[in-house]
């Protein structure tokens, strides 16, 4: 499992909200964080009601899925960071998913007809499907932990036939289900992204920092999109992620949403997001915050190096002024 360093996000969280109920892979990344796990964890029904929850203060931070390697964006997330809500991202975390069919207890595979879960997780499992339960009928609930516990809790529309979840191994533990088939994902390199999100605030820069803005153009016409994505060229800025989401004002009408390396408090990011709003009908700032990976603690303990060498190295330069 890879997930971003810990990070303060701002003073010391109280109550956190996150995508219910117990068992969600949500939750698993969320109490991956030493500091996030020592909050109150706040179940909610749906994601867009734990970004509602923070807005309105009633948690302090919301933990949601963002971006997941085999779908891609949770477009309900992205679209409501973009035009529903005025949230700052405060940290990313990468999760490695695996998904199980489970059932209650005396079910067999070959007595499924049917299969529970949300349908973003049972899409990431179509090979599975439709090798072992071609002919099993779907059932979408809000989250692969919904599905386990209606399952588990005996829910009289899912226990009126054989029914299965695709949910966490947590889950089946949780709920008292047996599991009937491990890992059924298609790709087993699968992962999830999952971002903190308050109502303002920006961590300070780490040295291996991510930043996530959506732009709006004036008009649509050739070259537009290449003026801005010139802005980073001419900085030399690596762009992470590049993804047009439709304006909900006409047919055609796109934004777009950036994620490049660096934070705003670097001064050629900060000119280069200047330039860009200056130029722009309008541009969102969602936020600069620690990158996850691997290779974020090796990076940021690099650059850290190198700073105090340097300050080290201008230090012994300025022994040397003549104090005449």
Known sequence: MTQG???AVGAALERIGFLGPEGTFTEEALLGQADLARAEPVAFATLVEVLEAVRLG?????FVPLENAIEGTVRDILDSLIFDFDLRIQREVVLDIHLHLMARPGTTLEEVTRVASIPVASAQCRTFLQESLPNATMLATASTAEAARLLGAGDPILVAQPTAAIAPRLAAELYG???????????????TRFVVVTNRGIPAPTGHDRTSIACFQRTDRPGSLYE????????NINLSKLESRPTKKALGDYCFIIDFDGHIANPVVADCLRDLRANLAGMKFLGSYPAAG???????QKVDNAQREAADW????LEELDGD
Request: aromatic share 2%; glycine share 10%.
């Open 5 to 7: 360093r810990t990070v």
């Open 58 to 62: 009633e948690v302090d931070a919301g």
């Open 177 to 191: 289900l047996d599991i009937l088939a491990e890992a059924v994902e298609d790709h087993p390199d699968n992962q």
């Open 228 to 235: 801005i994505l010139g802005q980073f060229a001419a900085r």
């Open 294 to 300: 691997e290779a974020g603690e090796a990076i940021r």
């Open 314 to 317: 201008v230090s012994g330069l």
